[in-house]
């Protein structure tokens, strides 16, 4: 587990979103850049190599999209540049259409193998193709000598945790990519169980963070007891945005005997939003299913409402988090809207993220802060 000697730490978070992620990797690729400049101009470092997030930020949180997000740049401790590449791949291959195991019938019949599959299946895609590549990334990353090379919970990883959410119990359960505190237990009994804390393999909790309905399956775990397992919905359900929860998790940066840590900064990165509120036709009679999953489990901007209140009332008190700087980057698509499913569209997603970077100028001014804030970490 990594873990910063510097008295103040910065968080982030990452946002849900299905193949919309590829703008949130572009943004944070856009300030490790910066981060790079800023220490090679003041002569903070003389490496030319890409900036890991897992160097700068003590504790990142991810929600699905997020949650895949955070494992490959702090649990594999990726480079953005590196994550950009295998995310793109990895999205094709999830949300490729599929009808009958086939894809070239996926493709052919478009919506209509994906409606096929909900109503047959409950989920238009497939698990099997997130699964092999996970299993695939994980690989290439790792050391075949690795004891903990399939493990969640690994000594040498950044400190990251994906959100689930238990499907009966209505609970958000964060899988860690660091030993749990014994004071973050869930209540949730099953979920308490030791082989379900620190026992998590990558792929396990990849598809409990990635179960969002309609879209992919639900995940079951194994419990002590047979006739009971645990079932995952995506952790999008109840934090698409996983902004309180992140705040809620700084306490795992210390031990409960020490003070609380100080917060200097905290980072959410969005995977896009869109002026046109009317969610795109389906069938008539899934219609309130898929207003369910892509209008209010997209709803990430109201966590931020929340956050930006919190963080304003912070300002001034006296105590520990008096001095936090909070940031939200999340590219403005217009009148644009984009299934979280149609990994085509991504190429346009990177248009417009790259065009948000360069010519928004409170966002291009806030890439400078934040770069600034890292780079002079101590």
């Known amino acids: 587990m990594s873990v910063s000697c510097s008295s103040e730490f910065p968080l982030l978070a990452l ?43 003590d504790l990142a949180a991810g929600t699905s999209t997020g949650g895949l997000i955070a494992l490959m740049l702090f649990r594999l401790r990726m480079d953005t540049r590196q994550c950009l590449e295998e995310y793109s791949t990895m999205a ?16 052919m019949l478009g919506s209509v193998a994906l409606m096929a599959n909900v109503l047959w299946y409950g989920s238009k895609f497939s698990g099997v193709p997130l699964e092999n590549a996970i299993t695939q990334v994980v690989e290439k990353y790792s050391q075949t000598t690795d004891p903990w090379r399939y493990n969640l919970v690994h000594p040498n990883s950044g400190m990251m945790f994906m959100c689930a959410t238990v499907k009966e119990k209505g609970e958000s359960i964060l899988l860690r990519s660091y030993p749990r505190p ?25 598809r409990a963070t990635s179960a969002a309905p309609t879209y992919l399956p639900e995940e079951k775990w194994e419990t002590a007891n047979p006739n009971r397992p645990l079932v995952f919905w995506d952790g999008g359900v109840l934090n698409n945005n996983p902004i309180e929860q992140l705040w809620n998790a700084r306490y795992d940066l210390v031990e409960r005997s020490k003070k609380p840590p100080m917060i200097n900064l905290v980072l959410s990165i969005g995977c ?9 036709t389906f069938i008539r009679m899934l219609n309130i299913i898929r207003r369910f999953a892509e ?15 919190l963080a304003n009332r912070m300002q001034g008190r006296g105590d520990q988090n008096n001095h936090v700087q909070y940031f939200r980057l999340n590219c403005p698509t217009g009148q644009l809207r984009f299934d979280m499913a149609d990994y085509k569209s991504m190429p346009k997603l990177k248009d417009l993220t790259a065009e948000y ?12 802060e934040i770069a600034e804030l890292l780079a002079s970490r101590e």
Request: no cysteine; proline share 4%; hydrophobic share 35%.
């Open 182 to 206: 014994q004071d973050a237990g869930p209540v949730t009994r099953a979920a308490r169980e030791e082989t379900l804390v620190n026992g998590i393999d990558i792929v396990s909790a990849a």
């Open 357 to 368: 970077l360069t010519t928004d100028t409170e966002a291009a001014g806030w890439v400078n």
């Open 295 to 309: 209008t209010y489990l997209t709803n990430t901007e109201a966590k931020h409402r929340d956050f930006t209140r």
């Open 92 to 107: 094709s291959k999830i949300f490729a259409p599929t009808f009958l195991g086939s894809r070239a019938l996926g493709s």
């Open 272 to 280: 896009g939003w869109s002026e046109n509120s009317k969610p795109s």
């Open 15 to 57: 946002d849900g979103g299905g193949v919309k992620g590829i703008s949130s990797v572009l943004i944070l690729d856009e300030i490790m850049d910066r981060v790079r400049t800023i220490e090679l101009r003041n002569n903070i470092s003389t490496s030319t190599s890409p900036r890991k997030p897992a160097d700068y930020f």
